[in-house]
């Protein structure tokens, strides 16, 4: 969970979608109210150990009812644009970007390419 946010931070920010498969169709997930305050809870742990810490009222969370189906749902978290010209990393220092619509890992010779880009350019 914390790569998608760390690329969607380090890139031009987007949701990440559960419940929905690579061909757009709608699988949805079972949930009670207590998963879902599971799954919140779980996220927010998540987000708290990126670096450097971001407000996490920025992430938002959404369930998104599927018609037809009782307790079913898509899951929504919605990622900002950081306004930050620094990049977010996990406790373990590694740091992802989204490219072409994928998460990519960065490290080495890319990592510090994307780095100098990012500071020439300001973005």
């Known amino acids: 969970m914390d ?4 690329a969607f931070l380090n ?5 990440i979608f559960w419940g929905i498969t ?9 949930l009670n109210n207590d998963q879902k305050d599971n ?7 998540k ?3 990126i670096e450097p810490a971001i407000d996490p009222t920025q992430i938002k969370i959404y369930f998104h009812d599927v018609q037809g ?6 899951i929504e978290v919605n990622v900002p644009k950081s306004n930050s010209i620094g990049l977010y990393f996990n406790t373990s220092g590694n740091t992802w970007v989204r490219i072409n619509g994928c998460k990519q890992k960065l490290q ?8 100098l880009k990012r ?3 300001g973005n």
């Open 119 to 121: 500071v020439q350019t």
């Open 3 to 6: 790569e998608y946010v760390i």
């Open 69 to 74: 189906s009782d307790n079913s749902y898509v």
């Open 22 to 30: 690579d061909q757009a169709l709608i699988k949805s997930v079972i």
């Open 11 to 15: 890139s031009s920010g987007g949701s």
């Open 39 to 45: 799954i919140r809870k779980s996220i927010n742990s």
């Open 108 to 115: 080495g010779v890319a990592l510090q390419e994307y780095i």
């Open 47 to 49: 987000i708290s150990t």
